[in-house]
């Protein structure tokens, strides 16, 4: 099973708007990182969060991570076209030593 | 500033088959990772190389065979290749084992009829 899950599984919004797509996961974790996937392309990093950590800027993203309900959540601001693709969350677990990645959010935005 | 190059880009294998998918990463990482990509589904690891030398099964290893060559490359190997392995495979590597992010290859889509 997946340890993170997205939702939700699609979103579609216009050019402008703010896009929010959140994770969930089922235990505990060391960090959590968002990637962005083109279509047809490989994954890009966005941003890691540690789990000491509750909120993280870059640019028009921003994350926040909320170890006690085991969530995540990608804001991004003001959505240009070019940011149309699939965005993963992925967790990290020290014991295991595992990062393990979301179904994915796909975003759709429209000029 | 090449990152992590992956060759082929795409390959069609008939059943029974075998090919080694290749990468190569130039950014003097110590760990390297395959993974595969199934419709609708994130990323699932098949192995992993936390430092030249050493290999380790991920999730998924079953069908495949790793050789971690160099530094620079780690390569996939499908001995036997099955309908089952058709997938976009994703190689990547870090600075550490697991932990910290991931720079990913382009992807191999691969097609087994």
């Known amino acids: 099973s997946q340890q993170g899950e997205e939702d939700p599984q699609a979103l579609s919004i216009q050019e402008g708007e703010n896009a929010t797509m959140n994770c969930s996961y089922k235990?505990?974790?060391?960090?959590l990182q968002w990637y962005r996937q083109n279509s047809g392309r490989g994954l890009v990093h966005l941003i890691l969060?540690?789990?000491?950590?509750r909120e993280k800027h870059s640019g028009r993203l921003r994350v926040t991570l909320d170890t006690s309900k085991k969530s995540s959540s990608l804001l991004i601001t003001a959505s240009r076209a070019a940011d149309t693709a699939s965005y993963f969350c992925a967790t990290f677990k020290a014991a295991g030593n595992k990062l393990t990645f979301g179904g994915g959010t796909r975003v759709l935005v429209k000029p | 500033n090449a990152g992590v190059t992956q060759t082929p880009k795409f390959q069609v294998l008939k059943t029974g088959q075998s090919m080694t998918l290749q990468c190569a990463q130039d950014?003097?990482?110590?760990?390297m990772y395959w993974y595969r990509q199934d419709p609708g589904m994130g990323l699932r690891l098949i192995y992993y190389s936390a430092s030249e030398g050493t290999t380790d099964k991920g999730e998924v290893p079953n069908g495949y065979n790793v050789s971690r060559l160099n530094k620079r490359e780690f390569s996939l190997r499908l001995e036997s290749a099955a309908p089952s392995q058709t997938s976009v495979y994703f190689c990547a590597s870090s600075g550490e084992v697991l932990g910290t992010s991931h720079t990913f290859g382009s992807g191999t889509r691969l097609t087994v009829v």
């Open positions: 969060i540690r789990s000491n950590e």
């Open positions: 950014m003097n990482h110590n760990s």
């Open positions: 235990t505990s974790i060391n960090n």
